[in-house]
């Protein structure tokens, strides 16, 4: 089965932080990507990467950055959290973007910053 | 991505087959048909895809109209487990990046 795993499942940070998100994915993907759900708001792109060390901006990259050192991981770093930050955060990749390629995602991380 | 029409919840019985409709009049000729899920407190799960045929696989099967303009997302038999947000979306062969999740329909199966 595909994987796509995320470094945790919930996470408590004080506005200030600075926050690391973990995602790794084992399917030898070229594409990855963060998004964060919030209700009523659908799916929001912050940040892709389409190959180790490159990354674009997605709709909303303000307060956060990304770092692709390795194919199988692409990290999100918020670097001071803020209140609206508070948000499922979700992982995914997938192999090209064309639409014959499906997406996979991680479990997502339920992040809540007080 | 071109628009879908869902409806927004549909009930089930357990153990009965479930079939979610999926209106897409306005698809090209290149347009991929996905499937998605999402449950509760969770990240959005791939259920299936295809272009023209019928697709099945482990999870369901995909009927796709002779003319595209709608789609079925066909589950066999509905376990308490498939509870979820079940989101149709269309993408091209040069989609980007980015996925866009409508409104959905929310499926609830009953014990």
């Known amino acids: 089965d595909v994987k796509v795993t995320q470094s945790s499942r919930y996470l408590v940070k004080r506005t200030g932080e600075k926050v690391f998100l973990e995602c790794v994915q084992d399917?030898?993907?070229?594409?990855m990507f963060w998004y964060r759900q919030d209700p009523g708001l659908g799916l929001r792109l912050i940040y892709f990467s389409y190959d180790v060390k490159m990354k674009e901006k997605g709709d909303i990259p303000e307060g956060y950055s990304v770092s692709r050192e390795k194919k199988e991981r692409f990290s999100l770093i918020l670097e001071s959290a803020s209140t609206n930050q508070t948000s499922m955060y979700l992982c995914?990749?997938?192999?090209?973007?064309?639409?014959?390629?499906?997406?996979?995602f991680g479990p997502g991380t339920r992040l809540t910053v007080t | 991505d071109a628009k879908t029409t869902q409806p927004n919840s549909m009930e089930s019985n357990e153990e009965e087959p479930v079939h979610l409709p999926c209106n897409h009049s306005t698809i090209s000729g290149t347009d991929y048909i996905h499937w998605y899920r999402q449950l509760p407190s969770q990240g959005p799960e791939y259920v299936i895809h295809?272009?023209?045929s019928n697709v099945n696989n482990r999870m369901a099967s995909l009927a796709i109209a002779e003319d595209r303009k709608s789609s079925t997302l066909i589950l066999h038999r509905a376990t308490l487990r498939d509870a979820a947000v079940y989101y149709c979306?269309?993408?091209?062969?040069?989609?980007?990046?980015?996925?866009?999740f409508g409104g959905g329909t929310r499926l609830m199966v009953k014990p």
């Open positions: 399917m030898d993907h070229e594409n």
């Open positions: 295809g272009l023209t």
């Open positions: 995914a990749s997938f192999r090209g973007a064309s639409g014959a390629y499906e997406q996979y």
């Open positions: 979306i269309l993408r091209g062969h040069n989609a980007g990046n980015m996925l866009t």
